[in-house]
């Protein structure tokens, strides 16, 4: 139906937003001959949507020239390769199990001290909507925080699903201009997983926000991240009648243990002061159970 419908439209006139809509139809069918032309043609109509079509246009050149659109998934995979055969097209995708993908496995009990600190920022708050847009990660070894080369990862990443709307610019200070040339998030992922290793993830909130989107990255890069979280919001409520604190977000809590932040919602910054919370809290602990 889809190419039923693509083949009646592109003989009738369209406006720019139809032209894009079926640019990314040809796009994801691989026929980015097509597909460019509606792009450069949405683009010499539609002046508003400059930088969204201009977008397009560099996701498309990059595919053409062998970053392939795939689907997600044993059963789109198989209807993609019946649908791109039917267009006489022959594509082999490559295969994969639910046991290559991500799982998140939480750790609850606290007490180690060699771990990885991480945080993400992103478009939003959707994982299957919204992309990562910045990826950061330090190594903290029997509870010393060490901000060198060889102990941090941190890198931009471009938004692969949509741009960064101008509420979530104003938050993170992440603008579209600084993401525009980054990798894109299967290049930065594979980095990322070798950095960390098998030591496990410790953030903030990542149990029901971080995680989630690191699973999508594991499935759009085909590659599983099997590492065990710990969510230090959830270490957090241990303390309610030690801290008083209003709410449990990082900026409040970090505030709470006179740990600064020097830059709050960035990736690298955020995962620091993670840490920093997490080791003042265990220390919190310590000391509690010692005066017992």
């Given at each position: 139906k889809a190419e039923e419908y693509a083949q009646k439209l592109i003989n009738q006139e369209l406006n720019a937003r139809m032209m894009i809509a079926l640019g990314e139809y040809f796009e994801i069918t691989r026929r980015y001959k097509e597909s460019l032309e509606l792009f450069n043609k949405a683009l010499e109509l539609e002046e508003d949507l400059k930088d969204k079509i201009e977008t397009k246009i560099l996701e498309?050149?990059?595919?053409?020239?062998?970053?392939?659109?795939?689907?997600?998934g044993e059963e789109n995979r198989k209807?993609?390769?019946?649908f791109m055969k039917s267009l006489n097209k022959e594509i082999i995708l490559p295969q994969n199990t639910k046991m290559e993908y991500s799982y998140t496995k939480e750790i609850k009990k606290a007490g180690f001290k060699t771990f990885i600190a991480f945080d993400l920022e992103t478009t939003g708050l959707d994982p299957l909507q919204d992309s990562i847009t910045e990826i950061a990660a330090i190594k903290v070894i029997d509870g010393k925080i060490i901000e060198t080369k060889d102990f941090i990862f941190s890198e931009l990443?471009?938004?692969?699903?949509k741009q960064i709307p101008p509420e979530v610019e104003q938050i993170t200070g992440i603008t579209n201009e600084m993401v525009e040339d980054a990798r894109e998030i299967d290049e930065v992922f594979s980095d990322f997983l070798n950095f960390i290793e098998d030591y496990i993830l410790l953030g903030y909130n990542c149990i029901n926000f971080d995680s989630k989107f690191l699973m999508q990255a594991s499935k759009i890069s085909n590659k599983g991240?099997?590492?065990?979280?710990?969510d230090v919001m959830y270490y957090v409520?241990?303390?309610?009648?030690?801290?008083?604190y209003e709410?449990?977000?990082?900026?409040?809590?970090?505030?709470?243990?006179?740990?600064?932040?020097p830059k709050a919602h960035r990736a690298l910054a955020d995962a620091i002061t993670t840490a920093n919370v997490y080791l003042s809290l265990l220390e919190l602990e310590e000391e509690s159970l010692a005066s017992i």
């Open positions: 498309c050149e990059k595919r053409k020239t062998g970053k392939e659109y795939l689907p997600l209807v993609y390769e019946r990443v471009h938004p692969h699903k991240i099997k590492n065990s979280y710990f409520s241990k303390f309610k009648t030690t801290l008083h709410n449990k977000t990082l900026a409040c809590i970090s505030n709470h243990l006179g740990i600064v932040n």
